[in-house]
């Protein structure tokens, strides 16, 4: 038995590691989680109310949803298509009874119209389809929260420096749709 658990123990790191390169291939995404440092600095730039509806493309474990659950909006909707971090998030929404929901389900794919906030952490290329997809399909009004990368030769209502004090800091853009 102690054998088993020994090879087990070896064996997971490596497949683990087989499962991001796969899913990196995919999706050509790679898998990388806002710091939760920085929901505080968006959560004092956008406004939440008991209405509010807030998708989440490319979601991961959810983390971003789960900390805006705290300011109690209608809907927190996350899409994701790694079926392990979407198993992940929902058995935390389960464990914490949380409101969270997250579908493993492509994010091109979906109907993002009742949305008022949409959060968005992706690589520049990926971004660039998702904003067409944003602009052609979202509600008027509707607020885009994204992190990183700007989009070039859009307008953004706010822009939410990371770290001030050093160069290369992270960026927040948040657009009006």
Not at 92 to 118: M, R, T, W
């Amino acid at each position: 038995m102690y054998k088993i658990y020994l090879i087990i123990l070896f064996l997971l790191p490596p497949l683990y590691l087989l499962y991001f390169i796969a899913m990196y291939l995919r999706t050509k995404v790679p898998y990388v989680a806002t710091p939760k440092r920085y929901f505080s600095l968006i959560f004092k730039n956008i406004n939440i109310t008991p209405r509010t509806i807030i998708y989440e493309l490319g979601c991961g474990k959810g983390d971003f949803l789960f900390a805006a659950e705290k300011f109690n909006p209608q809907e927190l909707v996350g899409f994701e298509l790694s079926p392990l971090h979407a198993f992940w998030g929902k058995i935390k929404a389960k464990v914490l009874k949380s409101k969270v929901k997250i579908l493993c389900h492509d994010f091109f794919k979906a109907n993002i119209q009742e949305a008022d906030i949409i959060y968005l952490f992706l690589v520049k290329p990926v971004l660039l389809k998702v904003w067409q997809k944003l602009r052609e399909e979202a509600k008027k009004g509707a607020i885009a929260i994204i992190l990183s990368d700007a989009i070039p030769g859009v307008s953004y209502k706010k822009m939410i420096d990371t770290n001030p004090d050093k160069k290369k800091s992270s960026k927040i853009y948040i657009y009006q749709l």
